[in-house]
């Protein structure tokens, strides 16, 4: 049924994958990353539930977003307000962030502590030795890190968000039980070996290599990985490597990527010293060098040649994590702004009567709001079994790296002197804050990804009209269902698309804004996909624009979803949910109309992006400014 | 001299004779006989009415063909020291309009002298069509109730009305408010020449950029420039670059001893640059030509430097890995055309005949000439170098004159028939309109 429903050029990857898959996740109680692959994101075009995946084709898919899914059941919800507690006493209690700051490492009674509370293995499951936790209640504990010290959720993240997260989701019941149980305690430490000097986001140029021994049983792995973080501490690695494939359609040998599981024990496993970094200087950061490693052929991490998939999927499971830590982080900083703002008096009065401070405070509440339930979004969306969950998450991560920068900027300015200095600790979070934008795919890389991603999805629903065309009287009904959208849209009809009934009504006007924002959008990446057809891969000034229009376009129907639920079920906080939600709607529907109107219709626009390029050439060329000084010397 | 004049005039006899006959037998209604009554009726409503009665009725048809014909041609033949220019054109017309007060043949006149506008070189001159609509006489042939303007009132002029206006059509020459002017004095609003006129309003602006590739109206005499011309045109891809390999010499300096200097003019674009540095050294590539290429009434002729289309089994298909970038798609999967027999995929620099590395144009088609061409390519594609050329000269192709005119003259101005020319210009025309 499931094979059915995909796509057929996905059928072969599925048989493909069929075999290498089947023998995992029966265990974990989740969903097998496996089925229905496709590249960057799956699920198939057809049938996807994904907002994301429907706003770009003009859809509002709202089976994913309404109602704000709570996929906790009452088990689960006891559990985790029992952890919250104590986790969070830890935080404040135990660990101390500054400290771990200044040592450039974490405390070694911190580490103890955590590796008590189960904080190494909260995903990995009861069985083997973790605390078994969904992606929800996993994103719950990740904000309460996130809001007390950010460098030692990297320390944790690297660790379990993608350092064995392979062993997880690809490892064999072997591979599981060798390794999890002592992972899951902390007893090992977890890296991620992805990156090297050749090769940032380019998996084709990966230096490091893996050759089978001539037996069989085992390959050889040579090559460097830089800034792994844990680099230092990890034991275990999953590392990334090339290895020759034979191609089964044409038999000719191809260098594909593998994933491995390698123990520092197999020896030839050297890391270089802690890097010094901007920030998240708690977390160890070096380079780690793989010089004639022995690894065992069942270490292979799901396939071989199937390296990418993996880094992929692990990639793409993780970064759920980032947005919920985001807006955690936020909450800290917010509480702190407020804290400065209601007791700082100028001029007789307190500063957070002043209009500027007021709509800074505003902002940064309407930041952490939509990221966080981005958060609790996508992971509940993950638990509750969707394979279409990429775009979402991306997106999260960008716009939870992004808000958190801008809110904790905005704390610095709300106070002023004092948060330039180094004592309230907002510096720090600052710097920390940084790499956020930065890793796991920068935030430019993932607008790509947002952006292509959701035109592909759109293209494919326009080759099926385009071969429709081609047989008119047999697919009548598919053509005269896009005429009639087409008609309406000339005729300035609208799309007849509405949220009435799936929003509360107190937030129709929001509501409508969003719908209105999702046709102009759609109508723009239509247009600007029939313009520029595959190479629409080249016009990265448009598709920046279409991301960020998707953003806030989710970003909009994601506090819709939530605020709404807010005020139907009667929250104590619902009249300020609606009020944020409105805020941000009504800003975010004005980007969004502007940003569309300028693709769509303004010659400007052209020339902008046309100088942008000249202007950059010019730069490159010169090695630098192009202007003299305005003194003439 | 007295019967040279004579038979001057026997020849303007037939010719006006000639002309009777011609339009009678094309079924125009009327000869040019009869409407000479009308005109002499409508011209004694006028101001002559004293004078028409006194004048002898018999003998003033005759005269008039024989001693009206016979001026019209002289006055474009009195022209002083044979320049024919605008200023002579015009001094002909005045000539015309001042000796005949009367007007007498001005239908035949301005069929001659539209005849006569191209060797005076002012055939895309707006006023100097003005000038010959204003040799009507006005207000005489414009319809005076329903019956004139339902039936073709004075047919003969309103032809030779709009004979006038075709030129201009044919020259792209767009009237102005003044030949409206003339033309409602002339004809009337509702006439046939005021139609045309109205339709080539309307169409010419429209019809003005419809070429979306012009050729200048004035070609350069350069033959240098013009190979420039001519290159550019030709070549799709702006940034392509024009390179003079050799500058032509001039005759005085070498005084025909040295003929071999023609001038040698190339073109190539970035994308052919690394396409024939992408070639196969083991592959041989030709020179081809020349070919003829028509701007406006001249003919160029060119060579291209092309290989044969690698067989498909040869052709490597430059594709984007599957696994390559970590976190988005390189390459869209969308196998759309807007319709089925879009072809998206063609390419002009990668065509069925195999690809085209280079044009050139030069003073001389033969191999000597042409291997300095290739000489100065090497400049800027070392690959060349290792390349063999095959030289595929075809002395026929449709070269017109390279054999009478001599090596360094490439003949750029054909003198060819009349009629050829004509048809060539008007082909020119069309494919602008």
Known sequence: MQAARIAPSMGRQLLRLGSGSSRSSALLGQPRPGLSWRPYASGAAQESKSFAVGMFKGQLTTDQVFPYPSVLNEDQTQFLKELVGPVSRFFEEVNDPAKNDMLEQVEETTMQGLKELGAFGLQVPSELGGVGLCNTQYARLVEIVGMHDLGLAIVLGAHQSIGFKGILLFGTKAQKEKYLPKLASGETIAAFCLTEPSSGSDAASIRTSAVPSPCGRYYTLSGSKIWISNGGLADIFTVFAKTPVKDTATGAMKEKITAFVVERSFGGVTNGPPEKKMGIKASNTAEVHFDGVQVPSENILGEVGGGFKVAMHILNNGRFGMAAAMAGTMKGIIAKAVDHAANRTQFGEKIHNFGMIQEKLARMAMLQYVTESMAYMVSANMDQGSTDFQIEAAISKIFGSEAAWKVTDDCIQIMGGMGFMKEPGVERVLRDLRIFRIFEGTNDILRLFVALQGCMDKGKELSGLGNALKNPFGNASLLLGEASKQLRRRAGLGSGLSLSGTIHQELSRSGELAVQALEQFAAVVETKLIKHKKEIVNEQFLLQRLADSAIDLYAMVVVLSRASRALSEGHPTAQHEKMLCDSWCTEAAARIRENMAALQSDPQQQELFRNFKSISKALVERGGVVTSNPLGF | ?433
């Not at chain 2, 006028?46 to 002898?56: E, K």
Request: glycine share 6%; charged share 25%; proline share 9%.
């Open chain 2, 1 to 433: 001299m007295s019967w040279a004049q004579a038979i001057l005039l026997a020849r303007g006899l037939s010719r006006g004779w000639g002309g009777i006959c011609s339009t009678a037998l094309t079924g125009a209604p009327f000869s040019q006989v009869t409407p000479q009554a009308p005109r002499g009726l409508h011209c004694s409503t006028a101001a002559h009415q004293p004078d028409s009665p006194l004048v002898p009725r018999p003998p003033e048809p005759q005269r008039g063909l024989v001693k009206a014909l016979a001026p019209h041609e002289e006055l474009f033949r009195q022209a002083p020291d044979g320049v024919r220019d605008k200023a002579s054109f015009v001094q002909a017309v005045q000539n015309f309009t001042q000796y005949n007060v009367h007007k007498r043949g001005h239908v035949d006149f301005i069929y001659l002298a539209l005849r006569k506008m191209r060797e005076y070189g002012v055939e895309r001159d707006l006023a100097i069509y003005n000038l010959l609509l204003d040799i009507f006489p006005k207000e005489v042939f414009r319809p005076r109730n329903i019956f004139h303007s339902i039936f073709l009132h004075y047919p003969r002029q309103q032809e030779c009305g709009i004979a006038v206006l075709e030129q201009m059509e044919n020259h792209g020459v767009m009237p102005n408010k003044e030949t409206e002017f003339l033309l409602t004095q002339i004809f009337g609003r509702k006439s046939y020449p005021m139609l045309k006129f109205v339709r080539m309003k309307l169409w010419f602006t429209r019809f003005k950029n419809i070429n979306p590739f012009p050729v200048p109206r004035d070609l350069p005499q350069d033959p240098v420039d013009l190979a420039r011309l001519a290159l550019r045109h030709m070549e799709p891809d702006l940034s392509a670059r024009v390179t003079v390999y050799q500058m032509p010499l001039s005759k005085d300096s070498t005084d025909a001893t040295d003929p071999t200097e023609p001038h040698i003019i190339g073109i190539q674009s970035p994308d052919q640059q690394a396409a024939l540095a992408h070639h196969d050294p083991a592959r041989p590539i030709f020179i081809e030509g020349p070919f003829s290429l028509w701007l406006r009434d001249k003919c160029v002729y060119y060579h291209i430097l092309r290989a044969d289309l690698l067989p498909p089994e040869e052709r490597e298909v430059e594709e984007i890995p599957e696994e390559w970038n970590l976190y988005y798609p390189m390459q869209l999967d969308l196998a759309y055309g807007r319709s089925s027999w879009d072809d998206y995929e063609f390419n002009i620099d990668e065509v069925e005949e195999g690809p085209v590395f280079a044009i050139c144009m030069a003073g001389a088609h033969d191999q000597a000439t042409l291997a300095k061409w290739i000489q100065g390519l090497q400049e800027t594609n070392p690959t060349l170098a290792r390349i063999p050329v095959v030289f595929r000269l075809s002395a026929s192709s449709g070269e017109l004159l390279a054999s009478s005119s001599g090596l360094e003259e490439p003949p750029l101005t054909p003198p060819e028939g009349r009629e050829e020319e004509e048809n060539n210009q008007q082909r020119q025309q069309q494919s602008q309109s």
